[in-house]
């Protein structure tokens, strides 16, 4: 599945929307521990995390993730959103609970990151 697809089914705002949605996405995560992110982050990731901060997007990057989704109608800082369309990173932010995020990709064929 693409980002672009990733997107109607999370029923999710794309906060950088100058940048291309067609990466595909492999896999979905959970966490807000970016040390234990950077160790179990993976290359097409879809990214759940309440952090909105200018680390989540280099961790993001490192790991070369598919975007990164706020959950719950989270905002992200604007000078974290500059770093994510300088670095080319698909931000996301989504009405719904990380919970349910995770279960609609789950439920779509998504697998969660091992």
């Given at each position: 599945?693409?980002?672009?697809?990733?997107?109607?089914?999370?029923?999710?705002?794309?906060?950088?929307?100058?940048?291309?949605?067609?990466?595909?996405?492999?896999?979905?995560?959970?966490?807000?521990?970016?040390?234990?992110?950077?160790?179990?982050?993976?290359?097409?990731?879809?990214w759940?995390?309440?952090?909105?901060?200018?680390?989540?997007i280099?961790?993001?990057?490192?790991?070369?993730?598919?975007?990164?989704?706020?959950?719950?109608?989270?905002?992200?800082?604007?000078?974290?959103?500059?770093?994510?369309?300088?670095?080319?990173?698909?931000?996301?932010?989504?009405?719904?609970?990380?919970?349910?995020?995770?279960?609609r990709?789950?439920?779509?064929?998504i697998?969660?990151?091992?």
């Open positions: 599945m693409k980002v672009s697809e990733l997107i109607p089914l999370i029923e999710a705002k794309n906060l950088t929307p100058d940048l291309p949605a067609d990466r595909e996405v492999t896999c979905g995560y959970v966490c807000d521990l970016l040390s234990w992110v950077m160790a179990h982050g993976d290359s097409g990731m879809a759940v995390t309440v952090q909105t901060h200018m680390n989540v280099a961790v993001a990057v490192l790991a070369e993730m598919a975007c990164v989704i706020l959950p719950e109608g989270i905002d992200m800082e604007q000078e974290s959103l500059n770093k994510a369309v300088q670095e080319e990173m698909i931000v996301l932010q989504s009405p719904l609970t990380a919970f349910d995020i995770c279960g990709m789950a439920a779509r064929g697998p969660a990151n091992n």
